[in-house]
């Protein structure tokens, strides 16, 4: 018995179960100085135009910030604005974590087009969206309208966001809790949704900051927010420093979210320590929720893209002869407005990958007090509202950068700055998913911080590159107030071309753009679907 | 090329808990040292600390005589360590073909010749038709393979190689295991391999270093480590032991196996009275109690100590031989591992007698 007991005891001796390592198995060392320098140069752009503008907001003087804050309306636009953002946000959270859940691990019907039709509202531009529920019911007008728009345009990020965690996750997590006893459910709630956590965080936090300063949905809904208080101000005064005072409202709430989110998220970190998803993962029976889950996301897809498709063929189908002869003499628009937007779309995608590459590689492989400045950092390009951060790069143009003023340069720039944050997120989905391993192989091979990340990570990344590109360029092409602003005089685009047609209501001239617009969006969906948060992984071995 | 590798007190601690409290390993060059450690041990950490993934917060990594690395703040980064590394289950570059994984860390002119890829492949037993092939398309063995090639291609002059089989079946294992040992030594490089496998350190170290709790407990070349360990715990571990209390006269010791001739390998072990002694159970041979004669199943070696007798209490069949639990007559039990030609049942009464000299320690906390 003795001898049993020691035995015991010299065996525990040697496995110690709950020994410390490394927390990830990971090199998170301390980022290196000319990564850290890039990055560095890459926030000081994105951050640009916030500096711009709060110079411009002191130029004005202490007495003209007060009287603009104090205006009677200003109430009534905080608890607009805030209100959107409080409904939208948890609602994006709900459906798209939801959907993501039904499509990544039920036994849906079809799972690939339900995939395509969650992920397509992201790519319609809101506008459009806008336009078409007016068109529907002027009830849309308002607080419902705004809500319903912004949560069909917006809820895609937390979908894709957390698809793709889940698609990262080891099955073996869900499986085990299974063989404990815990039904689907509980799984969800017990297992996957703690992981998920950080994901669906960084979704929300997005939608948050879209919510606060979106312009071009609010416009067309004719519902008050601060953007369009700015839009208004701007236009009646052409006061540059109102503008930026009533901006530094929002820069305050998206700090104070940048925080909130920081407090919730804890010390949750992105990088896991399993490689991707080995194998599929088994998907759980829908049972007698089968009808009303099907029907729900039936209902979605219709909502969100059901409905601006459909108008749209309402439009060409019920134009009048007239109207389509006049639509039929500005078709010349149509290839030079094409041909400005994917010019655009490209270049901004391109110019917002560069910036968004450093800091997501940054992010997901390094730790230190530098990380977490430079992660947050990248969201301040939705502190602003679109028209003000346009308006502070033209001004920055116009006095220091004299070329670039007026120039197509200058409005690929700001919107890479203004969609820099979507990059970084998709980015990181799919960077944290590289086993660190790998990166530590290449560097016993003689390949330094760079040549690792070129020769290795970025090309195992490859989807996920594609992935934030793609989700650049299509919100590009939805774009509209700051291109309104920084297009230089003369020129075009889709957008522009529609919301002119539409304002005008010759919505049959309108429709062709519309088209346009919309079979570049649906051709974007097909690309990112596949791709986001997706490595090259190595399948497991025979 | 190859180098001698040496720790000297390399520390680490993650949030405060020690990881590794002052390690001390040398490597002579050409040669392979296996650290064995249970998880948690640390070993890992050591490794990545050569390899330069970690720094260590004291102590210093020599490579070649030259520091690599020494405390917190001066380290060299792994790219120009020269040191290569096979991490578990590989890790290879899924989007590289194997010929462009072996020459990853090749110069620009050198991959383009292809010449070292071709000879790297041939080193480790896969043939040329595998360079254009996908990591994906390879079976876990064939997956360490490529892993050590890609890790011997720069010509390092030591490789760390991080559980290299584990999650390999037996088979594979031991195919892959010899694969591995050869191309080592064909190219002659230090290596440092951490496991968790007695028998892969056993057979693989030219020395094994025993790392227990952050520290070194023994090292030794494995038959020192196997037939002599430092104490009942490292005996234990590197493999199966019994251990009996006994009371020592000099060169031998009572116990419930007999009278047995004993080496003391702990210090502190009395020249005369109480001590643990430490029998491997393959040093036991059982022959069953026919009065006067030697049944077969058993055979009385000469030299060896007196004979005991014993019940068999249940016999465990491995294959090739089998394991027979005994118990002994004062109450203490031993184990008898025993070629599997002809063994006796459970309950017979058998004579018990150990060959070769037992080990003998001071008397550890019961």
């Known amino acids: 018995m003795a001898k049993a007991a020691a035995k015991v005891r010299a065996a525990s001796l040697f496995a110690r179960p709950n020994a410390v390592r490394s927390s990830t198995g990971a090199s998170r060392r301390r980022i290196p100085r000319g990564l850290l320098a890039v990055c560095i140069g890459a926030e000081i752009l994105i951050v640009a135009p916030v500096l711009v503008t709060i110079d411009q907001a002191i130029s004005g003087g202490w007495h003209a910030a007060q009287r603009d804050l104090t205006r009677a309306a200003i109430p009534t636009l905080l608890l ?408 230089p005089p003369g020129m075009y685009t889709l957008g522009t071309q529609f919301w002119t047609n539409s304002s005008t209501v010759a919505f049959a001239a309108a429709a062709p753009y519309a088209a346009v617009l919309m079979t570049l969006a649906l051709g974007c969906t097909f690309l990112l679907m596949g791709k986001f948060g997706r490595i090259r992984a190595l399948a497991a071995p025979r | 090329m190859t180098a001698e590798l040496q720790c000297e007190a390399v520390a680490k601690a993650f949030a405060k808990r020690t990881v590794l409290a002052g390690v001390d390993v040398t490597v002579a060059a050409g040669t392979l040292t296996a650290v064995l450690g249970a998880s948690g041990s640390g070993k890992t950490t050591l490794l990545r600390i050569v390899a330069g993934f970690e720094a260590p917060d004291t102590g210093r990594v020599l490579i070649g005589g030259t520091p690599v690395a020494e405390g917190r703040h001066r380290a060299v980064p792994p790219e120009r360590r020269g040191v290569g590394y096979v991490a578990q289950e590989g890790a290879l570059f899924p989007h590289l073909s194997v010929g462009a994984n072996i020459g990853f860390g090749l110069r620009r002119s050198e991959r383009r010749t292809g010449h070292r890829v071709a000879e790297l492949l041939d080193l480790v037993g896969l043939g040329q038709e595998y360079a254009a092939m996908h990591p994906h398309e390879l079976s876990g063995g064939e997956q360490r393979r490529v892993a050590l090639a890609r890790a011997l291609a720069p010509r390092p002059s030591l490789v760390v190689l991080d559980e290299p089989f584990s999650g390999l079946d037996a088979a594979l294992r031991t195919e892959t295991r010899a694969a591995v040992a050869g191309a080592l030594s064909e190219e002659g490089t230090t290596a440092l391999l951490v496991t968790h496998d007695q028998a892969e350190a056993l057979s693989m170290g030219r020395e094994v270093a025993v790392l227990r709790q952050g520290a070194m407990a023994q090292t030794a070349p494995p038959d020192t480590l196997y037939r002599f360990p430092v104490d009942v715990e490292v005996a234990r571990f590197v493999g199966d032991a019994i251990v009996l209390d006994g009371t020592r006269d000099g060169d031998t010791v009572d116990c419930a196996l007999g009278r047995l001739p004993c080496v003391a390998i702990d210090d502190g072990a009395a020249a005369r009275g109480g001590v643990d002694v430490m029998v491997r159970p393959e040093q036991v041979t059982i022959a069953t109690a026919v009065r006067g004669a030697t049944a077969p199943g058993g055979s009385a070696i000469a030299g060896a100590g007196t004979a005991t007798e014993a019940t068999v209490v249940s016999v465990t069949y491995l294959g090739a031989e089998a394991v027979v639990r005994l118990a002994l007559g004062d109450g203490g039990a031993a184990t008898a591992r025993v070629f599997s030609g002809s063994l006796p049942e459970p309950g017979r009464r058998v004579t018990a007698r150990v060959s070769g000299p037992v080990v003998v320690y001071r008397p550890g906390p019961r």
Not at chain 1, 284 to 310: K, N, S
Request: glycine fraction near 10%; charge should be positive; aromatic fraction near 10%.
């Open chain 1, 80 to 487: 607009h604005t805030l209100v959107v953002a409080a409904i939208v946000t948890p609602l994006c959270g709900v459906i798209g974590l939801a959907g993501a859940w039904a499509v990544e691990r039920t036994r849906l019907a079809g799972r690939r087009i339900w995939m395509v039709l969650l992920v397509a509202p992201i790519t319609v531009p809101a506008f459009v969206t806008s336009y078409a529920w007016v068109s529907v019911s002027s009830a849309m007008q308002g607080l419902a309208g705004a809500v319903a728009v912004t949560t069909f345009t917006y809820y895609p990020l937390v979908f894709l966001i957390s698809s793709a965690a889940l698609r990262g996750l080891d099955p073996a997590l869900e499986e085990s809790a299974r063989s404990l006893g815990s039904r689907p459910w509980t799984v969800f709630r017990r297992v996957a949704l703690p992981q998920l956590r950080p994901a669906l965080l960084g979704g929300m936090l997005l939608v948050a900051l879209d919510a606060l300063v979106e312009f071009d949905a609010f416009a067309a809904l004719k519902f008050q927010t601060f953007s369009t208080d700015v839009y208004s101000q701007y236009q009646s005064s052409f006061s540059v420093s109102s503008a930026a005072v009533l901006s530094m409202l929002s820069l305050g709430l998206c700090l104070l979210l940048l925080g909130g989110e920081a407090f919730l998220r804890g010390g949750a970190s992105y990088t896991r320590v399993s490689m991707g998803a080995r194998r599929p993962p088994s998907l759980y029976p829908l049972g007698r929720t089968a009808p009303l889950v099907h029907g729900g996301l039936g209902l979605l897809a219709t909502a969100a893209v059901g409905v601006p498709v459909g108008i749209l063929v309402y439009w060409f189908t019920q134009a009048s002869s007239s109207a389509l002869a006049a639509a039929a003499a500005g078709m010349g628009y149509l290839l030079p407005a094409a041909v400005t937007s994917i010019g655009l779309g490209i270049g901004g995608a391109v110019l917002a990958l560069l910036l968004a590459l450093p800091i997501a590689y940054a992010i997901t492989r390094y730790r230190g007090r530098w990380i977490g400045a430079i992660e947050r950092g990248s969201y301040l390009s939705y502190a602003l509202p679109d028209l003000v951060g346009a308006i502070a790069l033209g001004y920055a143009a116009l006095h220091w950068v004299r070329p670039l003023y007026e120039s197509l340069a200058l409005l690929v720039v700001a919107y890479a700055i203004l969609f820099v944050p979507l990059a970084v997120v998709a980015l990181r989905t799919t960077l944290s998913q590289i086993e660190p391993r790998m990166d530590e192989c290449a560097r016993s091979l003689g390949a330094g911080t760079f040549a690792t990340a070129w020769r290795v990570t970025l090309p195992v990344a490859r989807p996920g590159l594609a992935a934030a590109g793609v989700l650049v360029f299509a919100f590009v092409l939805g774009d509209l107030s700051t291109t309104q602003v920084l297009l």
